[in-house]
């Protein structure tokens, strides 16, 4: 096989409940690593030029990390939903109906508000070489409409390639913006001013 996926304790939220971390390491001895809590990439450890491991995405070794960070909202690696980015004043109109949605960057909705989905902890299973990520969120959570069922799926090649695919499906319309929250540092360390990078987009 040429992937070997570990499920670890990660610790437990402020219910009790408890949170898994997923450690992707290929043939290769790179890994990634993805927790259920907020479906949160935390770690990314690949070679460097040199050769030498080095960790180049940003996490807490632990819950405990994100559970602190929740007061400065840096959503580390987290998934950002039901939309992420502000909606000015936490309002919309769809389908000739205004909605209200919960405020939590001044006046404005961040990242899907204060319970979005960064501080969820979504259900997990291994399929093949992938981890899949669920979660089910209600009618009216935090001001939006429809029962949105989410998968997010993280794979992990052995050529370093990391996949995150997202899909969902609502029983009404509604906005939708998923993301992924990673902060990517390739050099493992100081700042990325002198970062070169090419994006494949249309």
Request: hydrophobic fraction near 35%; glycine fraction near 10%; charged fraction near 20%.
């Amino acid at each position: 096989m040429s992937l070997t996926i570990e499920q670890l304790p990660f610790g437990a939220m402020p219910d009790g409940t408890q949170t898994s971390l997923f450690r992707m390491t290929n043939e290769n001895g790179a890994i990634a690593e993805v927790s259920s809590y907020g479906a949160t990439l935390v770690g990314v450890i690949i070679p460097d030029k040199n050769g030498n491991m080095t960790r180049v995405v940003k996490g807490f070794p632990s819950i405990e990390g994100y559970l602190a960070d929740l007061e400065i909202n840096s959503y580390l690696g987290a998934t950002c939903g039901r939309y992420a980015n502000r909606i000015n004043r936490g309002r919309f109109t769809l389908d000739g109906e205004d909605y209200q949605l919960a405020c939590n960057n001044g006046e404005n909705h961040l990242h899907g508000g204060p319970t979005g989905y960064h501080c969820k902890n979504w259900d997990a299973k291994i399929e093949d070489d992938t981890i899949v990520f669920s979660l089910t969120s209600p009618d009216g959570e935090e001001g939006y409409p429809g029962n949105l069922k989410m998968e997010v799926r993280y794979g992990w090649s052995i050529t370093n390639e990391l996949s995150i695919h997202y899909s969902a499906v609502c029983d009404k319309n509604t906005p939708l913006n998923l993301t992924s929250h990673a902060y990517f540092n390739l050099a493992g360390q100081g700042d990325i001013l002198e970062h070169e990078m090419q994006i494949f987009a249309d």
